[in-house]
């Protein structure tokens, strides 16, 4: 018999470990979508997107567990068009959502930027880089010094093959900055750090032009998959404490 537990106890596990109340955010963390109120599986992802609602759909499960949700600001003011067919989708499909977005960012261990951190060997990490107010990011230590070109291979096999690379100013990387998403122009704070190279997901022109006019290396390793972290530990965490089957969806999105 399959295990199945209340909604309620799924997102008192999450609030509780996240500390969703802890961070101003344009997100709306937390259930932002409830089904009938019980539980037997989940399925994790980096955004609500309909092809992660179909997912569960297919899978058979009761909630999704997503970084980017549906409600951000005041997006949801008119459940119409797009907005529509994903709530509805939600809704017939007895399918709850839960988003977290800068406290799953922030979480010292299974944030997307801790996970991220330690699958490139970080060590001494220390939280840095505030937004909102709140530090998000991480900075850290190799056991090792490594040239700037055996560090990029390392973001390729740990995080995904298709970087971008930065390779202004120093040539040999020991301290490393890191912020998941869409935080090119933190490249001003990891400067002021004076970290060896700073990582985080979507570049952008003005991200550029800073880390050029700065001499500070940056390596860009996709918004997605930077932020893939924190939804895979999430899944882990969920089984291990409530024993329920959950699923991360990874759609390995080139963005």
């Not at 991480?138 to 096999?157: I, N, Q, T």
């Not at 040539?171 to 001003?188: C, N």
């Not at 390596?219 to 959950?246: D, K, N």
Request: proline share 4%; with cysteine; glycine share 10%.
């Amino acid at each position: 018999m399959k295990n199945v537990i209340a909604l309620d106890r799924l997102v008192g596990l999450l609030d509780s470990t996240l500390k969703r109340e802890s961070f101003r955010d344009d997100s709306h963390n937390g259930l932002q979508v409830a089904n009938s109120g019980r539980v037997a599986r989940v399925v994790t992802g980096v955004d609500a997107s309909l092809r992660l609602l179909e997912t569960a759909a297919g899978l058979g499960a009761q909630c999704v567990v997503c970084h980017h949700g549906l409600s951000w600001g005041d997006s949801l003011a008119r459940i119409v068009g797009l907005n529509h067919r994903l709530v509805s989708f939600a809704l017939a499909h007895d399918i709850a959502v839960y988003a977290s977005h800068l406290p799953l960012d922030a979480h010292p261990r299974y944030g997307n930027n801790a996970q991220l951190a330690r699958a490139l060997g970080l060590t001494r990490l220390k939280s840095a880089f505030p937004y909102h107010g709140t530090p998000i990011g991480w900075v850290g230590s190799l056991a090792e010094p490594l040239a700037f070109d055996a560090f990029c291979d390392r973001v390729r096999r740990a995080v995904t093959p298709a970087i971008r690379a930065l390779d202004f100013g120093r040539k040999t990387v020991r301290t490393v900055g890191v912020v998941s998403g869409g935080a090119a122009d933190m490249a001003a704070a990891a400067n002021e750090l004076g970290v060896d190279v700073f990582l985080t997901g979507e570049p952008s022109l003005q991200g550029y032009i800073l880390a050029e006019n700065l001499g500070q290396p940056v390596i860009y390793a996709g918004h997605y998959a930077t932020e893939t972290f924190g939804v895979r530990a999430l899944a882990g965490l969920i089984t291990r404490r409530l024993g329920l089957p959950a699923t991360f969806a990874d759609f390995s999105l080139p963005f």
